[in-house]
């Protein structure tokens, strides 16, 4: 894997290794420096190093908080405990004054330093103190004890790898590949898994032997031996709620107005992502709540006919509000000429279309801010995607219809081949199977092609392959419905995109391609505390008959304009489809049919030849062959070593 870049700043970054074998050498600071040096982008300002003997902590950083003292690794006083953190810690000022209270003496005014003197007073529990996005890696020298540490949602990654030798850690896979002793090797499994969901859940990376810390969790290594710890759960309220909409209204702006005056802590330019939604509109109208600054506000469109367009709205909510908005054009041109980069900067394949207009929009707002708020995490929390919904009255209406369920699979089927009908059709299937066994994730098995012809599709060889894995049956995550099974349907599609699409595609998109650009992201939405304070609602307070998100929308209704509030959801309309379709079709079908794609040995050469003629004829396969191309272009990327140029 190698980058090039001609002097474009590639926001914090954390890295490290700790030998576990007493034989071997101790931490080569030339090695270390490599892991710190592919995480620049994500903090151009400083960059600092902490080696001792068998363990050694990197930190690239971006000046937030305490622009002059922030240096990382950071200490107590005698030395005997480091840090390197990623994040924000909301609730730091509360902790540093218990601290001071106590007893410790502070060098600096930054969230960081918190973390370190709440570790001596806690140990490893001082996490479940800690409100905010971040990532840590904190050293004990005298007990020789490593804490890994990610936020409750994860907003904030991390991972790791196990050689016979070390422990590598950081923040981006690519840091812990950059180690000679770290082998790369793409996992046949986890490509399955890719294909099932369009992203990889769970701790599972591509990379054979990489994992990914679990959002809620911990992990203490001490002795060459490791435990990890779930320290943080989403509590879905069991018993009946008598609290009234007003009253619950009333409750969630305070909250809200609580969260985004945490949020708007910093000490550089702070902006808002705007969509043109009821979400981004309500934070802007917050944000400007708690600070004096002006604010600026940012959007993107699209070059082409028929597409949708935010604009309109988003300069609506900025004209309410008065702030400075911006607004950028993204082509078809401009989408295929970042794929190899997007691949670079996920380093997992990920079917996120959207991704690549954030990029953009950021890059964007980078040069005006260094901390972007976005309404990220609204309908996650508060139930504001279609797809709850009808899948909420499908369940229903099999309830109702018992064992004439059945038949009426046939007859759904039968109006999604009416004309303006198509997208009726993909429900079909679920009125004969029980949701426990098709909703393991967001992207549910059902919706995407590749579940139903991967017999088809994969090769023998790679299907034997994924079938001796022990995830090879393309279910993912089970445990999630299984813990869910008290729960009522809605709470089950809430607790499970939480822990699954949430964090393995949403966050990861919003981490990758902000930081690529040295800007920080922050998600009021999906602070805990409001993501508690759903989970706790009655289900009629979040989806109330055909309305999404009921609740929310209640509380917001005079923050944001009545044209943004009852318009019809739209998500993040990039039209790629159109563009695969159209514009970019010959690149898509030569990277598709390239003997080095073909030589792979993943899949039949004549099927996928046949997605791609359909899908010009007008099959929706749009979503499967950005799939496809995006996973040979990470084999390019990472597996090959091929150069990427970054600017």
């Not at 490893?124 to 890994?148: C, H, I, N, P």
């Not at 769970?202 to 810390?213: A, I, Q, W």
């Not at 009629?540 to 509030?565: C, D, F, M, N, Q």
């Amino acid at each position: 894997m190698y980058f090039e870049c001609g002097g474009e700043k590639l926001m914090c970054g954390i890295c490290g290794k700790l030998v576990l074998d007493p034989e071997s050498d101790n931490v080569d600071p030339r090695s270390l420096q490599r892991m710190i040096d592919t995480l620049r982008h994500r903090g151009p300002d400083e960059e600092g190093q902490y080696i001792s003997s068998d363990i050694g902590l990197g930190h690239s950083r971006l000046k937030i908080i305490d622009l002059s003292t922030g240096q990382q690794p950071m200490s107590n006083e005698d030395g005997s405990i480091w840090v390197v953190f990623n994040g924000e810690i909301y609730n730091y000022k509360d902790l540093r004054a218990f601290l001071v209270s106590k007893g410790h003496k502070f060098r600096s005014a930054t969230d960081t330093e918190v973390i370190v003197h709440l570790y001596e007073e806690y140990g490893e529990e001082s996490v479940r103190k800690l409100w905010g996005m971040f990532a840590y890696a904190l050293w004990d020298q005298k007990t020789k004890t490593l804490l890994l540490a990610r936020d409750r949602v994860g907003i904030k990654p991390l991972y790791y790898a196990f050689t016979p030798t070390a422990l590598f850690f950081a923040s981006e896979v690519k840091a812990i590949l950059s180690d000679s002793s770290v082998h790369v090797e793409p996992d046949a499994a986890a490509i399955d898994s890719f294909l099932t969901h369009l992203y990889v859940p769970g701790h599972r990376t591509p990379f054979k032997g990489v994992s990914k810390l679990l959002p809620g969790h911990y992990m203490v290594v001490k002795d060459s031996d490791h435990r990890t710890q779930q320290y943080w759960d989403l509590p879905f309220a069991k018993a009946k709620d008598t609290r009234t909409p007003g009253e619950c209204s009333e409750q969630l702006t305070e909250l809200l107005a609580q969260t985004m005056r945490d949020h708007m802590i910093a000490d550089v330019p702070v902006g808002v992502l705007l969509s043109g939604g009821v979400d981004s509109t309500a934070m802007l109208s917050f944000a400007l709540e708690h600070t004096e600054k002006d604010i600026s506000t940012f959007t993107i469109g699209f070059d082409g006919q028929q597409c949708t367009d935010e604009r309109p709205f988003a300069k609506l909510a900025a004209r309410r509000y008065g702030t400075t908005h911006y607004d950028t054009t993204m082509t078809a041109k401009n989408f295929l000429d970042f794929l190899p980069r997007y691949v670079w900067h996920m380093e997992e394949p990920v079917c996120e279309p959207p991704a690549i207009a954030l990029y953009y929009v950021s890059k964007l707002a980078r040069q005006h801010v260094t901390v972007l708020i976005s309404g990220e995490g609204g309908d996650e929390a508060f139930a504001g995607y279609q797809n709850y919904r009808n899948i909420f009255w499908l369940e229903a209406a099999k309830r109702v219809l018992g064992p004439l369920a059945g038949p009426m699979s046939g007859v759904i089927d039968g109006l999604g081949r009416l004309p303006g009908l198509g997208r009726v059709r993909k429900y079909a299937p679920f009125m004969t199977v029980p949701i426990e066994e098709y909703y393991h994730s967001r992207t549910a098995n059902p919706f995407i092609l590749f579940n139903r012809f991967k017999d088809k599709l994969y090769t023998p060889d790679f299907r034997r392959q994924t079938l001796a894995s022990s995830n090879g049956n393309g279910k993912g995550p089970t445990r999630f419905p299984q813990k869910t099974g008290s729960l009522g349907i809605l709470d089950k599609m809430l607790y499970i995109d939480t822990k699954t699409w949430l964090p393995d595609d949403l966050l990861i998109k919003a981490d990758r391609m902000t930081m690529a650009n040295s800007l920080e992201l922050r998600v009021p939405l999906l602070d805990h505390r409001v993501l508690e304070f759903a989970a706790a609602l009655p289900r009629r307070y979040k989806l109330r008959g055909w309305t999404t998100k009921y609740l929310l929308k209640k509380a917001l209704s005079e923050r944001v304009p009545t044209e943004i509030l009852r318009r019809r959801k739209t998500g993040f309309p990039v039209p790629y489809g159109a563009w695969i379709r159209n514009d970019i079709n010959d690149t898509i079908r030569s990277i598709l049919v390239d003997p080095r794609t073909v030589g792979r040995g993943y899949f039949q050469k004549g099927i996928v030849e046949r997605m791609v003629d359909q899908n010009v004829r007008a099959e929706e396969f749009s979503k499967e062959i950005f799939s496809l191309v995006i996973l040979e272009l990470w084999h390019r990327v990472f597996i090959d070593a091929e150069t990427v140029t970054l600017c």
